[in-house]
């Protein structure tokens, strides 16, 4: 299964572009990247996902390498509520999609 | 309207107890699950659901049985509890079981804590 790996910590100033970064040599080509965050005592929030392009929401924009082995996630502006811990994900396309999440990083926006 | 709801959101009992967590998803969604938080914040799966139908048993012990109602409902029962059962108990969703693509969506999470 495709292996994620973060930085454990980082910081950002409030306002400020935050860009988290995640590698996952080891990805299939049919395998996603999904991001999701989880703020303090809540659940994990699902943030965005993609595949092979670039992706943009409401919340953030992906980037993906074009040999898919790593990926950044971009807050655009970020806010003291985008303090959270953010984890990398690619769900094995072998297991059923399963959903493995690591340690993450941990996001603190600094006023 | 909440997508993923459970309840309780927090419990607090002794050791040896039998005790349900609930779980209902609005999102017309055939996958449910139950994750685990640990004090070292760690996020495993326990178990998935699909269209009421036990899908992945994680390695969970015996003590822990989910039930399925309907595909709407995936309620956790655990007992004789431990206190090392102790832990956020999460609940969640997603339209397909291996839908490459799909997301999952979490409920708020339910704090157990076993005295």
């Known amino acids: 299964d495709a292996k994620t790996t973060q930085p454990t910590s980082m910081d950002c100033a409030e306002g400020r572009a935050a860009n988290l970064p995640c590698n996952h040599s080891?990805?299939?080509?049919?395998?996603?990247v999904y991001w999701y965050r989880q703020i303090h005592s809540q659940g994990p929030q699902y943030i965005i996902h993609?595949?092979?392009n670039n992706e943009t929401n409401e919340m953030a924009s992906l980037i993906i390498t074009e040999d898919r082995k790593s990926s950044t996630l971009i807050l655009p502006h970020a806010t003291l509520r985008d303090t959270a811990v953010y984890y990398c994900?690619?769900?094995?396309?072998?297991?059923?999609?399963?959903?493995?999440f690591g340690t993450g990083t941990s996001l603190t926006v600094i006023p | 309207d909440t997508a993923v709801s459970q309840t309780p959101k927090y419990l607090v009992t002794q050791m040896g107890n039998d005790k349900s967590i609930k779980c209902e998803q609005n999102?017309?969604?055939?996958?449910m699950y139950w994750y685990k938080q640990d004090s070292k914040k760690f996020l495993k799966i326990m178990f998935s659901?699909?269209?009421?139908?036990?899908?992945i048993n994680e390695t969970v012990p015996n003590r822990f049985s989910p039930k399925s109602p309907d595909k709407a409902h995936l309620n956790l029962h655990i007992n004789s509890l431990e206190l090392g059962d102790s832990a956020v108990y999460f609940c969640?969703?997603?339209?397909?079981?291996?839908?490459?693509?799909?997301?999952?969506?979490f409920g708020e999470g339910s704090w157990l804590t076993v005295v």
């Open positions: 969640a969703s997603s339209q397909e079981f291996q839908g490459l693509g799909d997301t999952i969506y």
């Open positions: 080891t990805i299939s080509g049919n395998e996603y």
């Open positions: 993609g595949l092979k």
């Open positions: 994900i690619v769900p094995p396309s072998n297991t059923g999609n399963q959903f493995y």
């Open positions: 999102l017309g969604h055939d996958t």
């Open positions: 659901y699909n269209n009421k139908e036990l899908i």
